[in-house]
C-alpha cells in the first residue's frame, strides 16, 4: 500500500503545453510539499501545503501553480511548459512537527 | 545562499570500508538533522536523524556524528556494501519544517 504515490511517473510533453501532476498521501500526515530535483540531483521546494493553507512559496515562476483540496492531496499545474521545466518533481509529506518527509517515487517530466 | 553544504560530491569505497559524507551548515536555528538515501529512479528515504542535543546517533551501520559549535555533521556508514551504493543527502530544518537539502553525495561500493 504505497504511502505517498505520485502520477503520472513519467511525463513528456511539448513546449507551450500545460499539465498536472497528482499526489495523494495516505498517511494522515498534515503537510504535503513539492521539490523539484534536476538533472544534478539537487533538491529544491517548492511549496508546502498545511491543511490546505500555502506555507511555503520559494521563487517559482508564476506557471507553477499548486491546490490542495483537501490535507490528503496535493496537485502541481504547470502552464506553458518551457525546456528548463524539464525534471524530476517530487511529491513528500510530514506532519507538522520535526521529523522526516516520506516521498513519492517521483515524476520525470521532459519537455521537448 | 546554499544554507547546506555538503561533501564530498562523489565517493568510492571498497566493500567493507568506512564510507563518510561531510556536511556543514549556516543557519543556527536548524534544529533537526536527517539523512536521506536514494537509489536511481526512487524517491529519498529518510535513513537516519539527529537533534542538536545529541553529539553521535547510531542505527545499525550508519551513524550521524553532530559537531554544534562547529555546525558540522557527518554520516558514516560502517563495513560498507554494494547494496549501499546510492545517493545520499544530508538535509537540515528549522521550526518550519522546510528541509533544506545538501547537494547530494553518489556513493560507489565496489565488491
Known amino acids: 500500500d504505497t504511502a505517498v504515490s505520485q502520477t503520472p511517473k513519467y511525463l513528456v510533453t511539448q513546449m507551450g503545453n500545460d499539465k498536472s501532476i497528482k499526489c495523494e498521501q495516505n498517511l494522515g500526515h498534515d503537510t504535503m510539499y513539492w521539490y523539484k530535483q534536476d538533472s544534478k540531483k539537487f533538491l529544491k521546494i517548492m511549496f508546502s501545503?498545511?491543511?490546505?493553507?500555502?506555507?511555503i512559496n520559494e521563487t517559482v515562476p508564476n506557471r507553477f501553480s499548486p491546490k490542495s483540496p483537501d490535507k490528503a492531496h496535493l496537485n502541481l499545474h504547470i502552464n506553458s511548459l518551457e525546456l528548463g521545466d524539464s525534471a524530476v518533481y517530487f511529491c513528500?509529506?510530514?506532519?507538522?512537527?520535526?521529523?522526516?518527509?516520506?516521498f513519492g517515487s517521483g515524476t520525470r517530466l521532459t519537455v521537448v | 545562499q546554499q544554507q547546506v553544504k555538503q561533501s564530498p560530491q562523489s565517493l568510492i569505497v571498497q566493500k567493507g570500508g568506512i564510507s563518510i559524507i561531510n556536511c556543514a551548515y549556516e543557519?543556527?536555528?536548524?534544529?533537526?538533522f536527517p539523512w536521506y538515501q536514494q537509489f536511481p529512479g526512487k524517491g529519498p528515504a529518510l535513513l537516519i536523524a539527529?537533534?542538536?542535543?545529541?553529539s553521535e546517533k547510531k542505527e545499525g551501520r550508519f551513524t550521524i556524528s553532530f559537531n554544534k559549535s562547529a555546525k558540522q555533521f557527518s554520516l558514516h556508514i560502517m563495513d560498507s556494501q554494494p547494496g549501499d551504493s546510492a545517493t545520499y543527502f544530508c538535509?537540515?530544518?528549522?521550526?518550519?519544517?522546510?528541509?533544506?537539502f545538501g547537494k547530494g553525495t553518489l556513493l560507489t561500493v565496489n565488491p
Open positions: 538535509a537540515a530544518s528549522g521550526s518550519n519544517y522546510k528541509l533544506t
Open positions: 513528500a509529506s510530514s506532519f507538522s512537527k520535526p521529523g522526516g518527509y516520506t
Open positions: 501545503y498545511n491543511n490546505k493553507e500555502l506555507i
Open positions: 539527529i537533534r542538536p542535543d545529541v
Open positions: 543557519n543556527t536555528a536548524f534544529d533537526y
